[in-house]
């Protein structure tokens, strides 16, 4: 399986029979948030339709065992343009690579990234992200260098998560 379209279920009924691919909609049968975790069928990138789901809030792809995918190209660049999205969950997964540094152009409130193969540094863009609350990111032991100075303006970060990583700081 490499498209992630070509699910068993169309994406017209995720959510409906028992599925657990759609986890809430807004009541006029929009997805408000996906939920892909625990699921070993993904692969390859997020698709760019994913940008057509306008009212999309949440997508969370936690211990996809299958989804051993750099960063840089799991996310689409059209998913900046879901303009409530504000929870990505990407925890416990085999994603590599380094933290893109386009993923500050989304307007998150949590980023969890934990338990995978990042590496490098953080990116600097980090302290764009005004809405920020919660940045996890432990269990990255590829992560070096320090905790930007940047990052300090992300003035709604609450709660940052760097344990058994290489970041200092």
């Not at 279920?9 to 625990?38: H, I, K, M």
């Not at 699921?39 to 997508?59: A, T």
């Not at 920020?132 to 100075?149: A, E, K």
Request: with cysteine; hydrophobic share 35%.
């Amino acid at each position: 399986r490499t498209e992630w379209l070509e699910f068993l279920v169309p994406e017209c009924d995720w959510g409906l029979g028992g599925s657990t691919y759609a986890q809430e909609g807004d009541g006029d049968g929009r997805f408000t948030r996906l939920n892909f975790s625990f699921n070993d069928l993904l692969d390859g990138s997020i698709p760019p339709e994913i940008s057509l789901l306008s009212n999309l809030r949440s997508l969370k792809l936690q211990d996809c065992e299958s989804l051993e995918q750099d960063l840089s190209d799991l996310i689409p660049t059209e998913i900046e343009t879901i303009p409530g999205l504000n929870q990505l969950l990407f925890a416990n997964n085999a994603i590599f690579g380094t933290n893109p540094s386009r993923i500050a152009n989304l307007n998150l409130t949590s980023l969890n990234l934990d338990g995978n193969d990042l590496t490098g540094t953080l990116p600097t863009e980090l302290g764009n992200m005004k809405s920020l609350r919660n940045l996890i990111l432990d269990l990255n032991h590829y992560l070096t260098g320090s905790v930007p100075s940047e990052l300090g303006l992300a003035t709604s970060l609450e709660f940052l998560y760097l344990h058994s990583t290489g970041i200092m700081g």
